[in-house]
């Protein structure tokens, strides 16, 4: 049976060609202007004739992601280790973290213009805003959900604080780490991308706020084709990763 399996990769090309195929056929029978709703056809003869912008502003945008994803996955580890280590200081800072979430990102992403200026800083930022509460939620799950055997056994062997903390709480919390790390692949993308929108003078936030400003749908749409490929080829490089690194849980 397993010889007539799917890969993944093979599924997610042929979802992808369907799609496309059939955004060409809405397009074909409803004659939507190219202004209104350009056919894929379009869409990629633009996106060669202007590869060599998009590809600029693509790197750009990458970058913010990456350094965004880093900054808020390393934040959001420390922050779940210290909510662990001290129920007190987890009695204090959970309910602050959980409040963060209900402010709206396009209402701090002002402010972390004016404080950080308007170039990769503020973006960086941005991104690692959003992913960092998926990170330390998840992280911090993992970390309290350790099986009470394997906490006894390490009590009775005299294990410290510390060491319960780092040889056997933060190992069984590592599929859930991961989770959270999957999940920050996925939503860093939003958080430069808005950061973008709000201000900047480069990245594909920037060039879809001006070329949809001129009525270039088409190229919009050429960059949201990039963005979407850099989020999932960012998405599975993680997925890979953490599948070698956390081998045991596959």
């Known amino acids: 049976m397993s010889k007539h399996r799917i890969s993944p990769g093979l599924r997610l090309l042929l979802v992808t060609i369907s799609l496309f195929l059939l955004w060409q056929i809405i397009v074909w029978v409803t004659k939507t202007p190219h202004f209104i709703l350009p056919g894929p056809i379009r869409v990629f003869k633009v996106l060669w004739a202007q590869r060599s ?60 213009m004016l404080w950080f200026g308007y170039g990769m800083l503020s973006k960086v930022v941005m991104a690692a805003l959003i992913i960092f509460f ?33 040889q056997i709480r933060l190992p ?15 939503t860093a993308p939003i958080g430069a991308v808005i950061g973008e929108w709000v201000g900047s003078s480069q990245g594909l936030g920037y060039l879809m706020l001006h070329a949809n400003a001129r009525m270039q749908v088409d190229t919009v749409f050429a960059a949201l084709i990039v963005l979407a490929s850099l989020s999932l080829l960012l998405y599975f490089s993680v997925d890979y990763l953490l599948r070698r690194l956390i081998y045991w849980t596959t």
Do not use: N
């Open 172 to 186: 069984a919390a590592m599929p859930s780490l991961a989770s959270g790390l999957r999940v920050a692949a996925a």
């Open 134 to 166: 998926p990170v330390t939620s998840a992280c911090y799950d993992g970390l309290r959900r350790t099986s009470g055997d394997w906490l006894a056994l390490a009590h009775t062997m005299g294990a410290s604080k510390a060491q319960l903390l780092w």
């Open 53 to 112: 912008l998009i590809a600029e502003h693509s790197l750009v945008t990458l970058a913010e992601i990456l350094l965004g994803m880093a900054l808020g996955c390393l934040l959001g580890f420390l922050s779940a280790m210290l909510l662990q280590w001290s129920r007190t200081l987890s009695s204090w800072l959970l309910p602050i973290l959980i409040v963060s979430q209900a402010i709206p990102v396009f209402a701090l992403a002002p402010i972390l």
